[in-house]
């Protein structure tokens, strides 16, 4: 609420609010019911008796926001590919009113990590620094007015690191599989790290006892080998490995057990009769 107030005789009746040699409103309060960043500027109300001289005062709007946080990646703001030994640096934009206090960056998961700063520099970076990165501004509002307390306001954006890089080690979940004969049993592989772009995994498992180099065909080509009903024919050794087009990763094994229910081949006669 902008309040014109004017010593005059004979008094005026009304005013003229002008905003960029704009003619806005006649009311001694002009008032702005959802300021927005458009409304800041200077405000003049020019006031006229029929004297030939008017009287006017200008006033300025500071309108005061939180952050507005945008991050510089091309072609796509959400998300940066980089090659393993290159060096990362993405810029953060910011807007405030008033300018922020703090700019800094931070990596999800990683508490230690923190970064002062507008851009975030990275240099040669490897596979485990892959992960999201969010930039976080922060500002103190302090409007003018009776009980408008301050208030510290923040704002961030984020960006997802993809390092190119061949798959690791893979890892087979469950550890110590153990399947019930006639039930179903689902095998999940991952690689550490995980390898970009994102790889393909083969399954398949040893054929023969004696001779461990001899191997079945590809079971699978997803991260998950599902059998839907397990026999004993299933029990043994199964394998796994990630690939991508930079390279493959250190294959990994579990040893599948398969537990079967007491069952009887053969019926006992009804009764026997011995001397």
């Known amino acids: 609420m902008l309040q014109c107030n004017v010593d005059a005789k004979p008094r005026v009746s009304s005013v003229r609010w002008m905003r960029n040699d704009r003619f806005i409103s006649t009311a001694f309060t002009y008032t702005i019911n959802r300021v927005t ?14 004297l030939g001289q008017t009287g006017e005062a200008e006033v300025s709007l500071d309108v005061q926001y939180a952050p507005q946080v945008t991050i510089e990646s091309s072609p796509n703001p959400r998300q940066r590919e980089a090659e393993e030994g290159e060096t990362v640096s993405i810029h953060c934009n910011v807007s405030a009113n008033p300018p922020p206090k703090s700019i800094e960056w931070l990596r999800e998961g990683k508490s230690e990590f923190r970064q002062s700063g507008d851009v975030l520099k990275l240099p040669r970076v490897t596979s485990e620094m892959a992960g999201t990165y969010t930039c976080r501004a922060s500002n103190l509002l302090n409007p003018s007015g009776i009980g408008k307390p301050r208030s510290n306001r923040v704002g961030n954006a984020s960006i997802t690191l993809l390092v190119r ?14 399947a019930m004969e006639g039930n179903g049993v689902t095998l999940t592989c991952s690689a550490s790290p995980p390898g970009w772009p994102v790889p393909q995994y083969r399954w398949w498992r040893e054929a023969d006892e004696l001779n461990p180099a001899s191997t079945s065909p590809i079971l699978s080509t997803s991260s998950k080998h599902t059998i839907p009903s397990v026999h004993l024919s299933h029990e043994g050794k199964y394998l796994c490995q990630a690939i991508n087009d930079l390279g493959q990763g250190e294959m990994a094994a579990i ?5 079967q229910a007491p069952r009887f081949y053969t019926k006992l006669p009804p009764h026997v009769t011995k001397k």
């Open 37 to 50: 960043v458009l409304d800041a500027g200077k405000y003049t109300c020019v006031a006229d008796n029929g």
């Open 255 to 259: 040893q599948l057990t398969v537990y």
């Open 165 to 178: 890089h061949r798959p690791g080690q893979a890892r087979i979940t469950p550890e110590k599989p153990i």
